[in-house]
């Protein structure tokens, strides 16, 4: 009796330990398992698929994502400035070209066969990055090859249902079977517009039945909400109270030669001084902002402006750098004491990318060459005799950031997106390519815009001629282009926003995430 009684008393403390090794094993596990890996992958089709990424990009990094990028060009250029920190690979683009004789319709279907060689190699090429990477997850913009078993799998496209040249209307059915049959292969397949008829995208995405594993998850913007909320503010404090109505009337005063200027003696008024939180008078203000801007401004000028200007290594740095020498914006200078809370680090990183001019009219320069170049001689030739103040982005990623004035505009080669978000805030009336990405970042920021389609790019000439035919937009054809014209017809535009009912990418983002999570952490218990 007393044998058996140390028998069980064994037994059960041998249970004991195998129940307390295997949760002591899977508690570890869950421990140190790492962050979940996902790879983006925009097209290098312009700059529109990897900047409308970036919001994407953002969130997953709030949630602690491993997060990396797969890249060409470009595309990978741009990415590199926004997010410096993170891993960024080489995965070659399709590499679209237009011709300057052949009808973009033509060249599309000579381009066909290579482009489909492409879709193939690349998704050879994602099961070794998945393997090399211990990939989770890969978000694939436009990009039809990059699909895998072994990876939660996600396609971006705004436009479901293409819309082909008009040489070759005949196949908008195929097309659009051909869409679905690569759509059908990804685990999800986002359309970054809203569901409901108050939507952006239109025919795109609209109007014929779509997969079931479809989620439309509202506009995508690198121009977050929330943050530029706080920009918003902040730059709107710096600037005279004026409403934009007002500012475009006086574009149209060509007579007088005279532009709308906030930096002038007689513009600097009351709310000028609030954000710098000083009773600075006009005259010194504008002193030191001629002194200090190292922003684009026409003041600072000179003829080594013309050389390449250094930039940054990290987006960090610059924004430190330019926190410090922002003297004319506050006197509270960065200390320790100014990055204990998140809203203060938000409103000094505001503050850091206010520009110290205002401009009149940006032009936004995108797209495919040759016609990226073709729009920008068009752009310089018209905008340099007209009198306002004009900023032009060539849409040119590098190291090195050019910077040139020829009278009347000011041309850089790229803003980052805070710098742009802060630039576009101030209200000037845009001129830009019609590419879907575009119109998503200026729905955020409500500016009055003048678009002008990519010749023979059919999804553009669609959104530009539906954009004109609601009155939220100036269309222009590119070989047609009058500034004159163009300004003449701009107040009669009116700059809608958009509501929707539409589930938010960051909550659609935070379910996947959770998704993949749980299966994670199913499959380990299993494993166990």
Known sequence: MKLNYKLFIYKNNQINVCLGFYIFALTAKSMNKPSINVLICPLDWGLGHATRCIPIIRELINHNANVMIAADGSSSELLQKEFPGLRHLCLHGYRIKFSKYLPVGVRLAIDVPRILLRIIKEHILLAQLIKDHDIDMVISDNRYGLWSKKAYSIFITHQPNIIPPSLLEFSAPLLRQVTRFFISKYNECWIPDSESVDNLSGKLSHGYPLPSNVRFIGLLSRFDKEADALLKRTVMDSAPQKDRTDKTSALQEEGTGKAFDPLSDEAVTESDTKIKGTSTTSA???????????????????????????????????????????????????????????????TQAAIAVVPAKRYDIVAIISGPEPHRSIFENKLIHELQEYPVKSLLLRGITGIGQNKRTIKYLTIVDHLTADELSAVLMTGPVVICRAGYSTLMDLAFTGNRLICIPTPGQTEQEYMALCGAEKNRLVYAKQKDFSINQCINLINKTNVPEYTSNTPDYKQVITDILNKIKLTSDNNDTNSL
């Open 284 to 346: 010194s203000i504008k002193e030191v902002k001629e002194k200090e801007s190292a922003f684009v401004s026409d003041e600072a000028v000179t003829e080594s402006d013309t050389k390449i200007i250094e930039t940054s290594t990290t987006s960090a740095s610059m924004k430190e750098e330019r926190a410090k020498e922002s003297a004319f914006l506050t006197n509270e200078s960065v200390t320790a004491s100014d990055t204990k809370t998140e809203e203060t680090q938000r």
